[in-house]
Nanobody
Framework: EVEVVESGGGLVQTGGSLRLSCAAS????????IGWFRQVPGKGREAVSC????????TYAASVKGRFTISSDNAKDTVFLQMNSLQPEDTAVYYC?????????????????WGSGTLVAVSS
């Protein structure tokens, strides 16, 4: 069974940086995609960024492109989201999710496993 656990959220001022980590387990000789999604109360969940293993293909939401960087340590099945130049509108609960697949996809309704979320709060 695939499991993911997030860490690294917190409170930061506008313009600051945070690094989120997602530790995944349960993959057995499988290709997969790990993604970061975020949700603000009362709004739908938004795909922020995804990365595939083993080829490292990535995708970003337009709102974070150029500010956020997703990367992976395949040996440790860990994915990182480096968030720079954070803005108040980035405030949300950030979720890590995993999809066992050989076809790249970054959609919340396709993901197989979800973490419990970590809060990122950006003060103005």
């Amino acid at each position: 069974e695939v499991e993911v656990v997030e860490s690294g959220g917190g409170l930061v001022q506008t313009g600051g940086s945070l690094r989120l980590s997602c530790a995944a387990s349960g993959f057995v000789f499988e290709d997969y995609v790990i993604g970061w999604f975020r949700q603000v109360p009362g709004k739908g969940r938004e795909a922020v960024s995804c990365i595939s293993s083993p080829d490292g293909k990535t995708t970003y939401a337009a709102s974070v492109k150029g500010r956020f960087t997703i990367s992976s340590d395949n040996a440790k099945d860990t994915v990182f989201l480096q968030m720079n130049s954070l803005q108040p509108e980035d405030t949300a609960v950030y979720y890590c999710a995993a999809l066992v697949t050989s076809v790249f996809a970054c959609r919340d309704n396709l993901m197989d496993a979800w973490g419990s979320g970590t809060l990122v709060a950006v003060s103005s």
